[in-house]
């Protein structure tokens, strides 16, 4: 209380020492003066003296601008504030708010320290001053100046507002989106607290617009970086990189400054479904430089390069005839394809998979992961194809067919197919046989096996022939009984019998009947007693039962020809003989 009372007494003896100054000088002026009169009364002096100090009293605070930056002196420290003088008429109080308590602590009496001069009277004639205000004018210039220069600034991030990011650099300053870095970055609230270099590239004191920018320093980093880089990369090179980026056909590569991509088909000698199986966004890897074009500072890298190619000892490794285990990594409709080591994978055709012809797709006979035995068929080194064979690894079952199935014997089995010209039927696994449509009845004509057969059913075959070579096994199903024709037909038809017989088809040409014991015969159109403007379907239907006459017999073609008007010729002949 002491020292600032004493404090008080300074200043209040510098401002009358001030006061004296100024009436001597005024003195001084007056007695030299060309225009002063030459007597004047005491009243007349005394008056001219007040208003000439006013004057000059009033003239000293000119250089006190409002709105600026002054040194004060701490006149006293009170619980409200501090108490600071700046030369002028009166003292200012600056608000303890203003401090820390560290601040405060640290303030002494005497000390000078600089304020800003908000206003020099108030309403109530205050002095008003600023302690922050004048610390943030002095952060304004060191920026202005950093602005000027293009100076780099810490910037710790604060906020994250609309656009971009709150940063303080000693006041608060705009981070626009666009100018945090490099790259779009998703998280904003990962940055928040943390400190990085930035540039001002917009500033606006009259209105406390600052803007910054974190993506210029990075750009100029990598500029420096990439050109250093560039200067020292080749062809076939190995350099370490970090991987920056991964699409679905490869990784992007940061080499120091500039980046390589890495295409799927160079990660590795083996089959890579998507790049993400073999690298990770952030991971380090070894990598060779491939192509790097100086012109457009484009890098094509390679990482399966580091080793050595599987396929330069190929045929060594894997000649014709080789069997070895392998694992199906793919499969397509035309069959698997089958990886034997890394890097190195053959095609197993769907015909070279089973000695069954009914397999239809690879998928019904192995899936991706399996572990299958294959054949090697042939090795293609040029164009990195391998041909393998599953059914070679197996024992062939058309090796012992002939044994198994000689010609005449009979065989079980059951429909698997029907075509146009006959029926597939299975006798055991890889083993078929065909029924053509003509060994399925002695005396029926066929027009399709589904009169016959239906898919499934079970049958019973005689063998006819074996070809083991072109593996074709043919079965008889009419075989399975004796030839009627040679048996009993010519005995006991005759041309001139007359025979009772079913209509089972009704052609353009004539129609087919069944006579008895199956056998069919053909009643020719002209043979029908039709007139020739009448249709034969609306005279004649299927099923309708009828009498005709056999009017040939060709037994070595198994034929036989009737005739309903040579029966009728017959029946007018009797008639007209018995009258």
Known sequence: MFAAN???????????????????????????????????????????????LQALYEESFKNLKEGGVVEGTIIAIQQAGVVVDIGYKSEGLIPSSEFSNAEIAALKVGEIIQVYLEEREDS????????????????????????????VVEGRM????????????GVKAFLPGSQIDLHPVRDLDA??????????????????????SRRVILEDSRDKKRRAAMAT???????????????DYGAFIDLGGIDGLLHITDMSWGRVSHPSEVLSVGDRAQVV??????????????????????????????PVGTRIQGKIVSITDYGAFVELEPGIEGLAHISEMSWSHEVRHPSKL?????????AVLMVDRANRKISLGMKQAMPNPWTAVEGKYPIGSRVTGKIKGLTDFGAFMGLEEGIDGLIHISDMSWTKRLTHPSELFKKGQPVEAVVLKVDKEKERLSLGY????????????AEKYHVGDVVKCKIIKVTDFGVFVELEDGVEGLIHVSETGIEPSSRIGDAMQANDVIRAQIIKMDIPERKIALSIKAYQHDQERAQKKDK
Not at 124 to 151: D, P, R
Not at 290 to 313: A, C, F, H, I, N
Not at 480 to 489: K, N, R, V, Y
């Open 6 to 52: 004493r404090s008080m007494q300074a200043v209040f003896e510098r401002k009358s020492l001030l006061t004296k100054s100024i009436r001597k000088g005024i003195r001084t002026r007056m007695m030299f003066s060309e225009d002063a009169p030459m007597a004047k009364t005491a009243e007349a002096q005394d008056e001219e003296f007040s208003m000439d």
């Open 233 to 247: 990369l080749e062809d076939g090179q190995r350099v370490d990189g970090l991987v920056k980026n991964i699409t």
């Open 158 to 169: 604060v906020s994250k507002v609309k656009g971009g990011m709150m940063v303080d650099i």
């Open 366 to 374: 192995v899936s991706v992961g399996d572990h299958v035995e294959v």
């Open 478 to 489: 009419k075989q399975l009984q004796a030839d009627p024709w040679e048996t009993g037909i």
């Open 191 to 212: 940055l928040i607290g943390k400190t990085f270099p930035m540039k001002i590239i917009k500033m606006n004191h009259r209105r406390g617009n600052i803007v910054v």
């Open 124 to 151: 109530e004639g205050n002095l008003i001053l600023s302690k922050e205000k004048a610390a943030t004018m002095k952060v304004w210039e060191v920026l202005e100046k950093s602005f000027e220069k293009a100076e």
């Open 289 to 318: 430089i491939l192509k790097y074009d100086k012109e457009t500072g484009r890098v094509s890298l390679g990482l399966k390069q580091k080793t050595p190619d599987p396929w330069t000892q190929v045929e060594a490794k894997y």
